[in-house]
C-alpha cells in the first residue's frame, strides 16, 4: 500500500522559504514520478512540480519556475519541495503525489496522494 506523508509546512513571511518533504513508502518509486500539488481556498487544485524518479527529470508550473525546486533523496525514499521568494498568493495546502505513469503527474490527475500539509505566507 502507496503512503505518502508530508510534512514541513507551516506559517512564513513573504519573500521568506520552507522546504516541504514526502515520505513515500509501500513500494518501490524508482520507476515512479512524484509531484507536488496545490489548491488555494476556493480554487481547484494545480500543478506545481515534478520529477522522474530514476533520472530526475523535472518539470514545473510556470508560475513558480525559477523559485521552487525538487529533488528526491534514493536513500531515504524521500521527495521534496524547496520553495524560496514565497509571496501570499502561494499560500495553500500543498499535496505530494505519485504515479508510475509520467504524464498523469506533469499533465494529469496522480494515483496516490498524501493528506497534504498547509503552507501560510503572510504579507
Known amino acids: 500500500q502507496v503512503q505518502l506523508v508530508e510534512s514541513g509546512g507551516g506559517l512564513v513571511q513573504a519573500g521568506g522559504s520552507l522546504r516541504l518533504s514526502c515520505a513515500a513508502s509501500?513500494?518501490?518509486?524508482?520507476?515512479?514520478?512524484m509531484g507536488w500539488f496545490r489548491q488555494a481556498p476556493g480554487k481547484e487544485r494545480e500543478f506545481v512540480a515534478g520529477i522522474i524518479w530514476n533520472d530526475g527529470s523535472t518539470n514545473y508550473a510556470e508560475f513558480v519556475r525559477g523559485r521552487f525546486t525538487i529533488s528526491r533523496d534514493n536513500v531515504k525514499n524521500t521527495v521534496y519541495l524547496q520553495m524560496d521568494n514565497l509571496s501570499p498568493e502561494d499560500t495553500a495546502v500543498y499535496f505530494c503525489t505519485a504515479d508510475p505513469r509520467t504524464q498523469a503527474v506533469f499533465y494529469g490527475t496522480p494515483f496516490y496522494w498524501g493528506q497534504g500539509t498547509q503552507v501560510t505566507v503572510s504579507s
Open positions: 509501500g513500494r518501490t518509486f524508482s520507476n515512479y514520478a
